[in-house]
């Protein structure tokens, strides 16, 4: 086990709502970077949080958008969802921003109907 | 040109036999390489990082050829479980610090038949 953790695990929403997805990172870990992967595609960087600040960002609209707790867990927020926003979302814990050896949470699979 | 490329597969291999994968990224300023695997419907487990001398743990093998800008991954002895989908992934840092995140292929499938 990786000691991340991501909860819910499975979620539908519909067309237009918001969803908030959480992550617990690995104790000792202050950075939390967001994927999503589609089916069949490998994981798509969203954003990633070090030190509660966005450090970086991927090819997604504002609609995605984050927070990382002082305790260094984050939130994944997704307004106005898409049918194309169903995915499996993953969250990855690192050691430091600095150092790229991720360890994944089993995910959160949304599917909006 | 996709960053990190991989051959979809599936590679189907009998127990026992070594098998290989390559992945090739686009990106010259690629920093960190990895090999992750990814059971189906589960999350990503990291397998190996790859280093330019190369590295080994137990059956595993993976090289990089920085010069040709291409990632390999060998798998000895293949057993039924090794059977997953293998995502390489590579890293970019940034100049002036940020992050890009990691890079994933579209992951290989290997089925392992008994």
């Known amino acids: 086990e990786t000691g991340v953790t991501q909860s819910p695990t499975h979620l539908i929403k519909t067309r237009g709502q918001q969803v908030t997805l959480r992550c617990s990172s690995q104790?000792?870990?202050?950075?939390v970077s967001w994927y999503q992967q589609a089916l069949g595609q490998g994981p798509q960087f969203i954003f990633q949080y070090y030190r509660e600040e966005e450090n970086g960002r991927g090819n997604f609209p504002p609609r995605f958008s984050g927070l990382q707790f002082p305790n260094y867990s984050s939130e994944l927020n997704v307004n106005a969802l898409e049918l194309d926003d169903s995915a499996l979302y993953l969250c990855?814990?690192?050691?430091?921003?600095?150092?790229?050896?991720?360890?994944f949470g089993q995910g959160t699979r949304l599917t909006v109907v | 040109r996709k960053e990190v490329e991989q051959d979809p597969g599936p590679f189907n291999v009998p127990e026992g036999a070594t098998v290989a994968f390559n992945c090739t990224y686009s990106n010259s300023a690629s920093q960190s390489f990895f090999w992750y695997r990814q059971d189906c419907r589960k999350e990503p487990k990291l397998l190996m990082s790859v280093y330019s001398s190369g590295n080994e743990d137990g059956r595993f093998t993976a090289q990089l050829n920085r010069a040709s800008q291409y990632i390999s991954l060998l798998i000895r002895d293949s057993k039924l479980s090794d059977s997953a989908t293998y995502l390489c992934?590579?890293?970019?840092?940034?100049?002036?610090?940020?992050?890009?995140?990691?890079?994933f292929g579209k992951g290989t499938h290997l089925i392992i038949q008994p």
């Open positions: 992934v590579v890293n970019i840092i940034r100049r002036g610090g940020g992050a890009d995140g990691l890079t």
């Open positions: 990855a814990s690192s050691r430091t921003a600095g150092n790229t050896e991720a360890f």
């Open positions: 104790s000792g870990h202050n950075t």
